[in-house]
Every structure is written in C-alpha cells, then in structure tokens.
C-alpha cells in the first residue's frame, strides 16, 4: 500500500504501468514472489494478488536503489506514521522501525562490511520485509489514511474522564495530521470495491511468518480501519481474515428480518 502510494506519487508509478512476474527477480540473489503472476500485472492487480515482484520493480523505479529511492520511501512511510510512536494515551506505544541507508550507515558504524545499503534492502523494503517492523495500531492507522484520503489520525482509547460529581475532568480531542500524500494521486483507490490486503511478515525464528490482514469499511465510505496479526500463523489470508470477519460483522450488524405482518 505505501509502495504504491510512494510510486504514485512521485510518478514513477502509474495505474496504467503493468509488469510480468515470472515468479520472483534476481537482483545479486534470488527476491521471490509468493507465486508466478504471468504478464499484465498492474497496480490493482499487484494489491489483489500480492504480487512482489511488482513492488520489487516500483521500488527499483524509485531512483537510485542505494540511496535518494529507498530514502524517499522511508520518508512516506514514516509520513504513514511508521517507524514512529503513535502517541496513543497507553503505557506502551512501540515506534517500529522504518530502516534507510542513513540508518543503517548508523547503526553499523564500527562494521563498515555491514553499514552499506545493497538494492536487495530496498527490495525487502518495498514489501515490507527486512528490517521493517511495524505495530498492528500503526497498520490500522496508515490503512485508515489509505481509507479517508490521507488523513493520519492520532489514537485514543480515553472519550473523557469524569468526576464523581459529574464535572469533566478531561475530554480527547482527536489530532490528525496528513499524510503528505495528495489523495486524488489515487491512494484512495476509490474503485477498488474489497478494500482489505493480506501480508505475510517473516519471523527469523520461525518457521511460520505472521498472519496479517488489513482492511477498511465500508469500501466506498469507509468508517472504520481493521489490522489483524497473528503470530506464527503462516499466510494471511486463511487465518487473520476470519478475526476481521468477526469485528465486521460485529461493527456492522446484519439488519434484523423484518417480521411479517399477522394476516
Ligand atoms: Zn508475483
């Protein structure tokens, strides 16, 4: 999603630019795709079937893969509200992390085999992988500004506090800010009509990867942004997507069979 809106935005990619996926690219080594896609793959193709190798290609179309490329995307994702606290009224808020040469020439400061940035980060980066890690309330979030046009919004579990004796003692007052991304560059993505995206997210530990699944509803007026993860559960699909399921049929009860009339 926010390779997309990168691309998209800058202009390196368009709605009307498709790629072929023979099943992965080799860039020094082999970046595989979960699947050989074949030719025509577009950008609501690659969303739908979460096709890597699209993205692999918008990234590299970023400009230069060791440098000005993947900074500008980590610059959107951050705008996205990655790699970044949320500012939610919660003991623990978690930044994540959105990694850029600047970054990682930092953090390896004394292993200089280590601190160069090689166009394989950025192929990770453009899918998520490598060093990205992101929180399930940063995904909601950045699907939510998908969802509205761009608007981040700064989340709070407290309405307001009140005393005893009825006084308000404090009231959330929503924040937002824009995401830096013009919605009318197609992020909405307004004609896409199931408005939710898998994601696999690998664990180095594990054999299986997180589940992931992000969604908003209802697609063409979208009230409400979901994030799924599940830990170890392998592709998203199969086992986050039934858990989305239930908070949509809860946020968005099925009317009730209207009774008929006594004769
Ligand atoms: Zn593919």
Excluded at 57 to 85: D, H, I
């Amino acid at each position: 999603m926010i390779t997309a809106a990168a691309g998209l935005e800058q202009g390196s990619l368009s709605t009307r630019h498709s790629i072929n996926c023979s099943g992965g690219m080799r860039l020094g080594r082999w970046f595989g795709c979960w699947k050989t896609h074949g030719a025509n793959i577009d950008l609501f193709d690659s969303l739908a079937f979460s096709c890597n190798v699209f993205y692999y290609q918008a990234s590299l179309k970023m400009g230069n893969p060791q440098g000005s490329g993947p900074t500008y995307l980590a610059t959107v994702a951050r705008g996205f509200g990655l790699g970044r606290e949320t500012g939610i009224d919660l003991p623990s808020d978690e930044a994540g992390l959105v990694p850029d040469p600047a970054w990682r020439a930092q953090v390896n400061k004394s292993r200089p085999d280590l601190a160069r940035w090689y166009d394989g980060n950025t192929l990770n980066m453009s899918i998520g992988q490598g060093d990205v890690l992101a929180t399930p309330l940063q995904m909601a979030l950045a699907t939510g500004a998908v969802a509205n046009g761009g608007t981040l919004w700064k989340p709070h579990l407290l309405q307001k506090a009140v005393a005893l004796d009825g006084k308000i003692l404090k009231t959330a007052t929503p924040q937002s800010e824009n995401v830096g991304i013009s919605a009318k560059k197609g992020i909405a993505l307004p004609h896409v009509a199931i408005a939710g995206k898998t994601g696999s997210a690998e664990d180095a530990n594990k054999v299986l990867p997180h589940a992931w699944w992000v969604c908003y509803a209802p697609a063409e007026k979208p009230t409400i942004a979901i994030a799924v993860m599940i830990e170890n559960a392998g592709h998203g699909s199969e086992n986050a997507v039934p858990v989305a399921k239930a908070i949509l049929e809860a946020a968005f009860p099925a009317p009730k069979p209207t009774p008929k009339k006594a004769p």
